[in-house]
Nanobody
């Protein structure tokens, strides 16, 4: 497993933007497929977005398509989640996850990921 560190969460008004960052501690993530999940109070973890190790392939949960963009900079070993047009229903703790041995198809399930960050809170006020 690898320790992942998220940053960039905070409080924003509806319609605003935030950018989350995720980087592994002490090693490169350039060969890992990476993903973002979120968990709202009283709800299960929900897939948000994923990106292949090369950055060529991405996937999104339907409710964030067109608003969120996942990207990566392998030179900086960092994955980003740009969140625009935020809505109150986007309020959640956002978690970064790594699939350390990519299967060849982009993962979306929690069980496909090996390592997780501690999470960063995103709160969108109406």
């Amino acid at each position: 497993q690898v320790q992942l560190v998220e940053s960039g969460g905070g409080l924003v008004q509806a319609g605003g933007s935030l950018r989350l960052s995720c980087a592994p501690s002490g090693r490169s993530a350039s060969t890992y497929d990476m993903g973002w999940f979120r968990q709202a109070p009283g709800k299960e973890h929900e897939f948000v977005a994923a990106i292949s190790w090369s950055g060529r392939t991405t996937a999104y949960e339907n409710s964030v398509k067109g608003r969120f963009t996942i990207s990566r900079d392998n030179a900086k070993s960092t994955v980003y989640l740009q969140m625009n047009s935020l809505k109150p229903e986007d309020t959640a703790v956002y978690y970064c996850a790594a699939e350390m041995v990519p299967s060849g198809s982009l993962a979306r399930r929690i069980d496909d990921f090996d390592s997780w960050g501690q999470g960063t809170q995103v709160t969108v006020s109406s």
